[in-house]
């Protein structure tokens, strides 16, 4: 496996919840996986929140963005939790980010963040295990699902999850989520796409696999006649010449992108 695989997989890649019987697994055992020594994973995973923190101190310099920091609606005490995909789980992600800005700005509240995104995760099987809700107790919960329902098999195949299936399983799990915790309920949209690099990313193409932006719009569009607040990433991570918003992939988004949602999202939420 080379460097930057390694790297790429320890950024996005979490094991202990992607297999959840794995909760407590040691470094030693999860290192392997990405062709490391312990000492290599866990300088990666120290640099991984070097950044992020970094990310969030540099935007605290910003005085109308740290105010809204400072507006966020999470009272002292509060436990966050975020659901989600790759785009929630990469470990220089927006929730990351927003983690190590209440931390920075407001320190004496105590607030804790903890992160259950999975990359990969449709929402068929976040809600399969959307029991763990009711053991985390949170008083926010943070959504943002929906891309990997819209992969699509081949360039223009059938979804993993049909969009009608999605709006059944979005229902569901804001109707478990909050009847197993009783938490103030937070949709995201999914983030777009870079089609242009998808169509050419060489693991897509082996793979068979694809995603199209007009799935993501409908996924927002689902999203945004709900009840409940939504946030839209969507619209803030537009492809565009002059900023480099997504990796090679055109799916991932880049640090510059993860920063351009979470200003999304603190905006959002205030």
Not at 246 to 254: N, Y
């Amino acid at each position: 496996m080379s460097t930057e695989l390694a790297v790429k997989l320890a950024r996005f890649q979490r094991p202990e919840l992607s297999l959840p019987f794995l909760y407590g697994i040691e470094d030693a055992h999860i290192a392997p996986l990405f062709g490391l020594q312990p000492d290599e994973y866990r300088s990666l995973r120290a640099d991984f929140v070097t950044q992020a923190r970094a990310a969030a101190a540099d935007l605290l310099t910003e005085p109308e963005f740290a105010n809204l920091v400072d507006r966020l609606p999470f009272a002292p005490g509060a436990h966050v939790v975020a659901l989600g995909e790759s785009s929630t789980a990469d470990r220089l992600s927006w929730f990351e980010i927003l983690r190590h800005l209440l931390e920075l700005r407001r320190p004496g509240d105590g607030i804790t963040c903890t992160n259950l995104a999975v990359t990969g995760a449709t929402t068929s099987q976040v809600l399969k295990g959307i029991a763990a809700l009711g053991f985390h107790r949170p008083d926010w919960v943070l959504c943002q699902l929906g891309a990997n329902d819209a992969q699509r098999l081949g360039l223009d195949g059938p979804r993993v999850v049909s969009a009608e299936e999605t709006a059944r399983n979005l229902d569901l799990l804001h109707e478990e989520g909050v009847r197993l915790g009783g938490a103030h309920w937070v949709w995201l949209t999914p983030t777009d796409m870079d089609e242009q690099l998808i169509a050419t990313f060489p693991p897509f193409r082996q793979a068979g696999i694809s995603w199209c932006a007009t799935d993501h719009e409908e996924t927002a569009r689902a999203l945004r006649a709900r009840p409940e607040p939504v946030i839209d990433t969507l619209a803030v991570t537009r492809p565009g010449a002059g900023h480099r918003l997504f990796e090679s992939d055109g799916v991932h988004l880049t640090p510059a992108g993860q920063v351009a949602v979470t200003r999304a999202v603190v905006a959002g939420l205030c």
